[in-house]
C-alpha cells in the first residue's frame, strides 16, 4: 500500500517561500502531481512532474513562481514556491493516480498572509 507523506507548509508572509516535500516508498516509478484546494474552492492542479523529472507542467496561476522537482534516490518529489500570494493559500498535497489505484497524502496547510 503506497503512502505519501507531505511536509514543509506553514505560514508564509506574501513575497515569501516554501518548499513542499512529498515521500513515499517506490515513489521514483510514478508521475507525481501536486494539487491544492482552498476552503470554498475546487481541488485545483499545480503542477506534475515525469518519471525521470525531464517534464513538467505548471497551470498559469503559478507558472514562474513555483517549481516541481523530484530526488528519485529519496524516493521524494519537491514543490519549490516563491513569490507566495495571499491567492495561494490552501492545503497542498501529492497525488500518484494509476489504473490501479489513486493515492493522497493528508495534505500540508500552507497560508501566506502578513
Known amino acids: 500500500q503506497l503512502q505519501l507523506v507531505e511536509s514543509g507548509g506553514g505560514l508564509v508572509q506574501p513575497g515569501g517561500s516554501l518548499r513542499l516535500s512529498c515521500a513515499a516508498s517506490?515513489?521514483?516509478?510514478?508521475?507525481i502531481g501536486w494539487f491544492r484546494q482552498a476552503p470554498g474552492k475546487e481541488r485545483e492542479g499545480v503542477s506534475c512532474?515525469?518519471?525521470?523529472?525531464?517534464?513538467?507542467n505548471y497551470p498559469d496561476s503559478v507558472k514562474g513562481r513555483f517549481t516541481i522537482s523530484r530526488d528519485n534516490a529519496k524516493n521524494t518529489v519537491y514543490l519549490q514556491m516563491n513569490s507566495l500570494k495571499p491567492e495561494d493559500t490552501a492545503v497542498y498535497s501529492c497525488?500518484?493516480?494509476?489504473?490501479?489505484?489513486?493515492?493522497w497524502g493528508q495534505g500540508t496547510q500552507v497560508t501566506v498572509s502578513s
Open positions: 517506490g515513489l521514483d516509478h510514478y508521475i
Open positions: 512532474i515525469s518519471i525521470s523529472g525531464d517534464s513538467t
Open positions: 497525488n500518484l493516480n494509476q489504473a490501479w489505484g489513486d493515492y
